[in-house]
């Protein structure tokens, strides 16, 4: 499994919306769930959004529950978070991970694999 690569980030105004996009290497992808982080300057790392292998199971943290939509095509081998109603405090580095197994989850340690990152600025 190669290092997969993000896409999509950018400068926004609150309200608006973005889909970044993570593109990830090897026959395996489908196997395993992928996740979304995010940093802003100065603050730990933190958790978004997570998809199991299969796409049924989802988590979501409750700063972008029902803002944030987090997806997988795993015919293309690629991972989507579709951003919305975005808001100052969502400006931060997005981060993209491949699982170590199966199941979504919420921990970094259950990932083995993280992208370089995306910058997402959100003005007001």
């Known amino acids: 499994q190669e290092q997969p690569i993000e896409s999509g980030g950018g400068l926004v105004q609150a309200g608006g919306s973005l889909k970044l996009s993570c593109a990830a290497s090897g026959r395996t992808f489908g196997s395993y769930a992928m996740g979304w982080f995010r940093q802003a300057p100065d603050e730990e790392r933190e958790f978004v959004a997570s998809?199991?292998?299969?796409?049924?199971?989802?988590v979501y943290a409750d700063s972008v529950g029902g803002r944030f939509t987090i997806s997988r095509d795993n015919a293309k081998n690629t991972a989507y978070l579709q951003m919305n109603s975005l808001k100052p405090e969502d400006t931060a580095v997005y981060y993209c991970?491949?699982?170590?197994?199966?199941?979504?989850?919420?921990?970094?340690?259950?990932?083995?694999?993280w992208g370089q990152g995306t910058q997402v600025t959100v003005s007001s």
């Open positions: 991970a491949v699982g170590r197994n199966m199941y979504a989850s919420r921990l970094p340690a259950n990932y083995a694999y």
């Open positions: 998809v199991s292998r299969s796409g049924a199971g989802i």
